[in-house]
């Protein structure tokens, strides 16, 4: 069973940056496809980033440029630097996960592990 662990989280200035992990357990990393989620009350999760267990990545728009995805193997953990943040990136951000080979997926009903999520808060 894989569970996953967000942290780093919190309330930043517009502008800032942020850094969020996602600590892995029952798999490793590299067996694993991970993405980002967030929620907002008027969204339900919107896809962040994205990175399969072969080591490809994708980003949806508003991401690119500004926020990266990466993983440590020996730490089994999963992040995301966020810079420039805006105040419309206020939500609660999640890590997903599943085992399929090698696959890189923007939908979040491709992936079946999830953590318990960590609220970032942008102010304006």
């Known amino acids: 069973q894989i569970q996953l662990v967000e942290s780093g989280g919190g309330l930043v200035q517009a502008g800032g940056s942020l850094r969020l992990s996602c600590s892995a357990s029952g798999r490793t990393l590299n067996m694993l496809n991970m993405a980002w989620f967030r929620r907002t009350p008027g969204k339900e999760n919107e896809f962040v980033a994205a990175i399969s267990s072969a080591g490809a990545f994708t980003y949806e728009d508003f991401a690119k440029g500004r926020f990266t995805i990466s993983r440590e193997v020996t730490k089994n953990t999963l992040n995301l630097q966020m810079s420039s943040l805006k105040p419309e990136d206020t939500a609660v951000y999640y890590c997903?996960?599943?085992?399929?080979?090698?696959?890189?997926?923007?939908?979040?009903?491709?992936?079946?592990?999830w953590g318990q999520g960590t609220q970032v808060t942008v102010s304006s």
């Open positions: 997903a996960a599943n085992s399929r080979p090698n696959l890189l997926s923007l939908l979040a009903e491709h992936y079946d592990s």
